[in-house]
């Protein structure tokens, strides 16, 4: 499955090192991670050593290479949110969910993450989860944010 | 692809769709308003449009009538069949819909009349608010392509890049270098096979602007024409968009509008007729800030770790791939067509002796009108904040401004008569940077605003070169020490040691501005370091070691008749009482998260 998978993403690029970043965000974007034997047949395939695809995948903040929840939480850290709160929102999240940012949840429902800006400072404190921009966040409101998507 | 015969509307409803207005349920307000329009029988006569960021991100949701220019703002579903009715059937625009500055009595109608748009000059946004973004149609329509036509076919490399240094523009991304010269410097570069490449850095990466991606949503289409009259100028064949990872609708209408482009014949072989031929293709970051160095985006193009390498040689003379390539930012692009238009003469007429032009400002944090901005270079930071940016919220008072993201500095209130130039932001210790304005009140605390961008770049500096990677951490070590309390006073003697060493020996940009928020901060707001390390003190209340919360029990039996919020909202149990008493914190559980302060009505809880 995952082999037919990484063919069909391949195909999508001539099989230059150039394209090797694209390949990688493709393959998260289909995954929401980077899966060891995904990447074996991308270095197989595209003939580059397995260390230079490892050293992309650990360098870039976009890749993971463990899975991630189905509902990907992003609190903004940027420095319009941190003016306005943000730590204790995500610390928030964190007591709410108990997990710590980075981690995720046994039900893989949910993981946290703290990002740099997500470029809407005019709503900060910014939260968001999978493609929702959740906007003007305040630490009493993260209960009824979990709990929109525990459904 | 069908080119789409545009029908007549006598109205057109401008809905914002930016990221902004999108959150707040612009989508649904479109839907809303089309729906009702159906139903009102007025689809023959007025047409729904989604823009890009309109700019006034703070009133959102949205929405412009044409003609007429009529504003209305935080709109909800339930006012739509009102609004219809009122304005499109009976046509009397609806007051309480439209903007009201808060010290005034009346609403203001028109977007033109109102404060926060007064100001502004619209080059770079010219099409903000007007165009749909998805319709090459609309930007045809508001003069698109003409610059290029002009630029292919009435001049030459050398007539192009001339009018680009006469206007005297300068790299918005950043550093400000002149840009007729540095395209000067890619057309002399010699390629051995003839290949030149043209950059457009969107890795918008300073946290507090987004002009960049506004401009993306909103206009990609300039940007496109800007970089196909640059690879006229240079002799270059292929192009390259380099988008941050962060901004999937940019990258969304920047492909749809990279097809339109081909399908009018406007790139790809052969260019309207004219034996011309430049491709563009995009690029996605993949999330790391130092990306936004040119040398390390460069090495992200070709599919390498994205790590800076020393310059000289620069991009110029060797660039992706070792050929000679020419990097712009986005909203520097965006400038180029109306350069051609209008000429250089023309642009150079508005701003300073030295900046010329307009720049866009994102005015974010403790303000009134948070939003994007477009003014003459020059402009006073007291207009800035107080005539377009509404003054500080709740009546705090302003403290400082923080520009040029993290390479920048922290500018305070003493200069709000300063002229926004390059040159006077230099001077002041911080830099234009790509224009995120982050206001700040006297409930920030400076220091910990230091450590935010140390803690910032330690964990965005890449590691290749010593000085960044050891010293933005011990740096970051010591200011982690005195905003709990800890630090010494030699430990600000250390911190200027430091950061002369990580400025001077640093590899790139990254490294050699990194110290910048820590030099501004200690250049002007000494006394609250000392506050820190002496009185071990918070003088903002931020610095949460330092904080100790406390319930007035006179205020919270007499005045909240203890309500209780408090402490049903305590995520450790810290508050001790029931109903109908005065509630107490313990300070072994307290977590000083602050939220018992927010929660509380009759302001019970102290901060101390």
């Given amino acids: 499955m995952i082999e037919a998978k990484v063919s069909d993403i391949l195909n999508r690029y001539a099989r230059d090192e150039s394209s090797l970043i694209a390949v990688l965000q493709d393959l998260q974007e289909e995954y929401s991670y980077l899966p060891r034997e995904a990447l074996e047949q991308i270095s197989k395939e595209m003939n580059v050593p397995l260390s230079r695809i490892l050293s992309l995948a650990t360098f870039f903040k976009a890749f993971s290479l463990k899975p991630k929840g189905k509902h990907p939480i992003n609190v903004c850290l940027g420095t319009a949110c941190h003016v306005r709160g943000a730590q204790l929102i995500l610390e928030k999240f964190e007591r709410e969910l108990g997990i710590k940012t980075g981690e995720t949840t046994q039900d893989l429902l949910f993981s946290l993450e703290a990002v740099r800006c997500l470029g809407c400072c005019g709503l900060a404190p910014v939260v968001m989860v999978g493609e929702e921009v959740h906007g003007k966040v305040t630490q009493t409101k993260v209960p009824a944010i979990i709990k929109k998507y525990k459904k | 692809m069908a080119v789409e015969k545009e029908k007549l509307y006598r109205v057109h409803l401008m809905v914002c769709a930016g990221t902004g207005c999108v959150s707040n349920h612009a989508f649904e307000i479109k839907e809303a308003l089309e729906k009702e329009i159906k139903r009102?029988?007025?689809?023959?006569?007025?047409?729904?449009?989604?823009?890009?960021?309109?700019?006034?991100?703070?009133?959102?949701?949205?929405?412009?009538?044409?003609?007429?220019?009529?504003?209305?703002?935080?709109?909800?579903?339930?006012?739509?069949?009102?609004?219809?009715?009122?304005?499109?059937?009976?046509?009397?625009?609806?007051?309480?819909?439209?903007?009201?500055?808060?010290?005034?009595?009346?609403?203001?109608?028109?977007?033109?009349?109102?404060?926060?748009?007064?100001?502004?000059?619209?080059?770079?946004?010219?099409?903000?608010?007007?165009?749909?973004?998805?319709?090459?149609?609309?930007?045809?329509?508001?003069?698109?392509?003409?610059?290029?036509?002009?630029?292919?076919?009435?001049?030459?490399?050398?007539?192009?890049?001339?009018?680009?240094?006469?206007?005297?523009?300068?790299?918005?991304?950043?550093?400000?270098?002149?840009?007729?010269?540095?395209?000067?410097?890619?057309?002399?570069?010699?390629?051995?096979?003839?290949?030149?490449?043209?950059?457009?850095?969107?890795?918008?990466?300073?946290?507090?602007?987004?002009?960049?991606?506004?401009?993306?949503?909103?206009?990609?289409?300039?940007?496109?024409?800007?970089?196909?009259?640059?690879?006229?100028?240079?002799?270059?064949?292929?192009?390259?968009?380099?988008?941050?990872?962060?901004?999937?609708?940019?990258?969304?209408?920047?492909?749809?509008?990279?097809?339109?482009?081909?399908?009018?014949?406007?790139?790809?072989?052969?260019?309207?007729?004219?034996?011309?031929?430049?491709?563009?293709?995009?690029?996605?970051?993949?999330?790391?800030?130092?990306?936004?160095?040119?040398?390390?985006?460069?090495?992200s193009i070709e599919g390498r770790l994205g790590e800076p390498r020393p310059r000289p040689p620069y991009p110029a003379e060797k660039g992706l791939w070792g050929k000679p390539t020419c990097i712009n930012n986005v909203e520097t692009w965006a400038n180029i067509p109306v350069i051609i238009d209008r000429g250089g003469k023309w642009f150079a007429s508005i701003g300073t002796a030295t900046s010329k032009g307009t720049k866009v400002f994102s005015i974010v944090g403790k303000i009134n009108n948070t939003g994007l901005v477009e003014v003459p270079m020059g402009i006073t930071l007291r207009e800035i904040i107080y005539d377009i940016g509404g003054g500080i919220p709740g009546g705090k008072k302003f403290k400082a401004v923080q520009t040029g993201g993290p390479s920048g500095g922290c500018i305070p209130a003493e200069l709000i008569n300063l002229p926004i130039d390059y040159e006077s932001l230099t001077a002041a210790g911080s830099m234009m940077g790509s224009g995120g304005m982050v206001v700040m009140d006297e409930d920030t605390c400076m220091v910990d605003v230091a450590r935010y961008f140390l803690s910032f770049t330690q964990d965005e500096s890449c590691g290749k070169c010593t000085p960044c990677r050891e010293g933005t951490k011990a740096m970051l070590d010591i200011l982690t020490r005195i905003t709990e309390g800890k630090g010494t006073e030699e430990d600000l003697g250390l911190l200027e040691e430091l950061a002369d060493t990580i400025k001077e020996a640093s590899l790139c940009g990254l490294g050699k501005t990194a110290p910048n928020p820590v030099l501004t901060t200690l250049r002007y707001f000494r006394d609250e370091y000392i506050a820190h390390i002496q009185d071990k003190k918070c003088p903002a209340h931020v610095c949460r070691s330092l904080n100790v919360y406390k319930i007035d029990p006179q205020i919270c039996f007499e005045k909240g008749h203890g309500c209780d919020v408090c402490r049903r909202n305590c995520a450790t149990d810290a508050i001790i009482g029931s109903k109908g008493e005065a509630h107490k914190i313990d300070q072994t559980k307290c977590i000083k998260c602050g939220v018992c302060f927010d929660v509380c009505h009759f302001g019970a809880v102290k901060v101390e």
Avoid at chain 2, 133 to 146: F, L, Q, V
Avoid at chain 2, 179 to 190: D, E, H, M
Avoid at chain 2, 193 to 213: H, I, Q, S, W
């Fill in chain 2, 40 to 299: 009102r029988g007025l689809e023959k006569e007025v047409k729904v449009v989604t823009t890009g960021c309109n700019g006034f991100c703070e009133r959102g949701p949205l929405m412009v009538v044409q003609p007429g220019n009529i504003f209305y703002q935080m709109l909800t579903v339930k006012d739509i069949p009102y609004l219809v009715e009122e304005h499109l059937l009976k046509g009397r625009p609806v007051k309480k819909l439209m903007y009201q500055p808060p010290e005034e009595k009346t609403p203001v109608p028109v977007l033109s009349e109102i404060n926060f748009f007064k100001k502004q000059v619209l080059v770079a946004l010219r099409n903000r608010g007007l165009i749909d973004p998805e319709k090459i149609e609309d930007y045809i329509a508001r003069d698109g392509y003409k610059a290029l036509v002009k630029a292919l076919t009435q001049m030459t490399p050398e007539e192009i890049i001339h009018e680009v240094t006469i206007s005297g523009l300068r790299g918005r991304g950043g550093a400000g270098f002149p840009t007729g010269l540095k395209w000067q410097l890619v057309r002399n570069a010699i390629s051995p096979d003839n290949e030149k490449y043209l950059v457009c850095n969107g890795d918008e990466g300073d946290p507090g602007a987004f002009m960049d991606r506004s401009i993306l949503e909103a206009d990609p289409h300039s940007v496109i024409e800007g970089m196909l009259i640059g690879a006229k100028a240079i002799g270059a064949t292929q192009g390259f968009i380099y988008v941050r990872n962060e901004y999937p609708l940019a990258v969304k209408r920047i492909l749809i509008a990279l097809d339109q482009a081909r399908y009018y014949g406007l790139l790809g072989h052969d260019i309207l007729g004219t034996g011309f031929d430049f491709d563009i293709r995009v690029v996605r970051g993949a999330g790391a800030f130092v990306c936004g160095e040119e040398t390390a985006l460069l090495a």
